[in-house]
């Protein structure tokens, strides 16, 4: 069946502007998550939903980054006036449930603010 | 401080075992420990996950300490389509039920032919 899928692939923005990526979990999975991944860096967890929840948002590296769920699928990964600093390889995932499931993820979507 | 440790690297032959360890010190007793790897321009794939017991899949074993504040991912015989990052990761359950996860860092293992 279909993997996660993630839009667009490929995103360059100049610094000051808004975006916004999204993401496609697999039918049927209850969790999805958003993780941000620097050039050469390591994972960075951000925020995961539990249905159309966010049962945690700290992971969020400031207040221009904001997500939402909705209908328990879809999700939109939104940053505010992009700075440099925000370029990175975003990755979406989906999971069964939260916990011990296994998780899914997207092929990313590169973002680079110029 | 829920931190989860790995080594930034590891080196291993081809067709011999790796055991790449991880340390979560502060473990409590409902968090999973995931393992995922990432090969070079690939989104992250599950390997493998436990609790309290030894779980092995065709892919790996995991250990996990009787204490749990540590575990190994053991791959049986490397080969060169093993080389990835090999991230190690904390499921921690809260009180009200919902989940935070913590990354390790990250472990490169080069695989030597």
């Known amino acids: 069946g279909a993997g996660v899928s993630q839009s667009p692939s490929n995103k360059v923005t100049e610094k000051g502007k808004d975006v916004e990526l999204r993401c496609d979990p697999i039918s049927g999975h209850t969790a999805l998550y958003w993780y941000r991944q620097s050039l050469g860096q390591g994972l960075e967890f951000l925020i995961y939903f539990q249905g159309n929840s966010a049962p945690d948002k700290s992971g969020l590296p400031s207040d221009r980054f904001s997500a939402e769920r909705t209908g328990g699928s879809v999700s939109t990964l939104t940053i505010q006036r992009t700075q440099q600093e925000d370029s990175a390889v975003y990755l979406c995932a989906s999971s069964l449930d939260v916990g011990s499931y296994q998780q899914y993820f997207g092929p990313g979507t590169r973002l680079t603010v110029t | 401080d829920a931190k989860t440790t790995q080594p930034n690297s590891m080196e291993s032959n081809e067709e011999e075992p790796v055991h790449l360890p991880c340390n979560h010190s502060t473990i409590s007793g409902t968090d999973y420990i995931h393992w995922y790897r990432q090969l070079p321009s690939q989104g992250p794939e599950y390997v493998i996950h436990g609790l309290t017991s030894n779980v092995n899949n065709r892919m790996a074993s995991l250990a996990i300490a009787e204490d749990r504040k540590s575990s190994t991912l053991i791959l049986h015989r490397a080969t060169l389509r093993d080389a990835a990052v090999y991230y190690c990761?904390?499921?921690?359950?809260?009180?009200?039920?919902?989940?935070?996860?913590?990354f390790g860092t990250g472990t490169r293992l080069k695989v030597l032919a």
């Open positions: 990761i904390r499921a921690i359950e809260r009180t009200s039920g919902t989940y935070k996860y913590i």
